[in-house]
C-alpha cells in the first residue's frame, strides 16, 4: 500500500470523527484554491526572476546561467502541477455545490410538501361540496333581488287602453278639423262669361287662348286641393 493511500486511511479510520457539512468543505476548498493561486503568482515572479538573471549572466557566467535555468524548470513543472491541483479542485468545488443545491431544493421541497399536507388534513371534500353549493344558493338569491329591483313598478297605471285610444282619436279628429277649416277653396263662379267685344281675328284668337290656358290652371289647381283633402281624410281615418 502507497504512503499516500496509508495516509487518506489512518485520516478516516477514526469513526467518531463527524463528516464536515457542505459548507464547511466549500469553505476549505476555497481556501486551499487561494492559497495554490498565491503559490502560483509566486512561482511565475520566480520563473522571470530566473529568466532574468539568465539573461544577464549568458557567456559571461555559464554555470550561473545554467543554474537559473535549472531552477525556472523546476519553477516551471510545479506551476503546472499546481494548474492541475487547481483545476480539479474547481470541479470538485463545483460538484459539491450543486450537491449542496441539490440537498437544499430536497428539503425545501420536504418542508413544502409537509405544509400542504398539514393544510390538507384539515379539508374536508363533503365540507367543500356543501361551501361552493351554498355559495351558489346565495349568488341565485342575489341575481333574484336584483332582478327584482330592476323590475318597473307601476303606481297609478292602471288605465283603460280603449279609453286612452278613444280620446286619442277624439284629439286627432278634432285636429284634422282644424287643418280643414283652414283650408281655402276656390270660388267657382256661377253666372257665365260675359260676352268678348268683337276684335280683330288675330287678338280675338290670341285672348281666347289665354282665357283657355286660365280655365286649365284653375282647373289643375282644384284637382290639387281636392288630391290633399283627400289625403288628409285617409289619414285620419
Known amino acids: 500500500m502507497s504512503k499516500l493511500g496509508k495516509f487518506f486511511k489512518g485520516g478516516g479510520s477514526s469513526k467518531s470523527r463527524a463528516a464536515p457539512s457542505s459548507q464547511e468543505a466549500l469553505a476549505r476548498l476555497r481556501e486551499t484554491e487561494e492559497m495554490l493561486s498565491k503559490k502560483q503568482e509566486y512561482l511565475e515572479n520566480r520563473i522571470q526572476r530566473e529568466l532574468s538573471l539568465a539573461k544577464k549572466h549568458g557567456t559571461q557566467n555559464k554555470r550561473a546561467a545554467l543554474q537559473a535555468l535549472k531552477r525556472k524548470k523546476r519553477f516551471e513543472k510545479q506551476l503546472t502541477q499546481i494548474d492541475g491541483t487547481l483545476s480539479t479542485i474547481e470541479f470538485q468545488r463545483e460538484a459539491l455545490e450543486n450537491s449542496h443545491t441539490n440537498t437544499e431544493v430536497l428539503r425545501n421541497m420536504g418542508i413544502a410538501a409537509k405544509a400542504m ?5 384539515n379539508m374536508d371534500l363533503n365540507k367543500i361540496d356543501d361551501l361552493m353549493q351554498e355559495i351558489t344558493e346565495q349568488q341565485d338569491v342575489a341575481q333574484e333581488i336584483s332582478e327584482a329591483f330592476s323590475q318597473r313598478v307601476g303606481f297609478g297605471d292602471n288605465f283603460d287602453e280603449d279609453e286612452l285610444m278613444a280620446e286619442l282619436e277624439e284629439l286627432e279628429q278634432e285636429e284634422l278639423n282644424k287643418k280643414m277649416a283652414n283650408i281655402r277653396l276656390p270660388n267657382v263662379p256661377s ?33 290639387e286641393e281636392d288630391d290633399d283633402i283627400k289625403q288628409l281624410a285617409a289619414w285620419a281615418t
Not at 399536507?117 to 388534513?121: D, G, I, L, R, T
Not at 280683330?200 to 281666347?208: A, C, F, K, N
Open 191 to 223: 253666372s257665365s262669361l260675359p260676352a268678348q267685344p268683337d276684335r280683330v281675328p288675330g287678338r280675338m284668337s290670341s285672348t281666347s287662348s289665354s282665357a283657355h290656358r286660365s280655365r286649365a290652371a284653375s282647373s289643375r289647381r282644384a284637382e
Open 117 to 121: 399536507k398539514a393544510v390538507h388534513e
